[in-house]
């Protein structure tokens, strides 16, 4: 009887000591346009030239909005967390690489597409 108790207090730990461990983020590859939060997926709708859509951006993050990863095609706006490597690709269309969590993307790296 007591092993039981205690085999069953052992298991009832590990799974609660389980359940509460991070899930982990997972590797991607997203393909999308660097855009800016504000904007999120209007961008591209209104046909702008790529220089209008680079400069669209680029204004709005001046203003205080994030670059972001506009993927058109599923229809989501991923926030990314470095907000450096970006600048070179806005407006344009991109292949990030990293570790997506929810709706942010850890950036490793960021290529531009054709």
Do not use: W
Not at 63 to 75: E, H, P, V, Y
Request: hydrophobic fraction near 35%.
């Amino acid at each position: 009887m007591k092993r039981l108790s205690l085999t069953t207090a052992i298991l009832s730990i590990v799974l609660l000591c389980g359940s509460r461990m991070p899930a982990g983020n997972r590797q991607v590859m997203i393909a999308g346009y660097i855009g800016d939060s504000m904007c999120g997926l209007r961008h591209g709708k209104s046909g702008n030239s790529d220089a209008e859509e680079r400069e669209c951006t680029l204004q709005c993050v001046s203003g205080g909005s994030k670059f972001i990863l506009a993927d058109r095609t599923n229809r989501k706006v991923y926030e990314l967390q470095d907000q450096i490597a970006p600048r070179r690709f806005a407006g344009k269309k991109v292949r990030v690489t990293g570790e997506i969590d929810g709706q942010s993307v850890r950036v490793e790296t960021i290529e531009q597409a054709e």
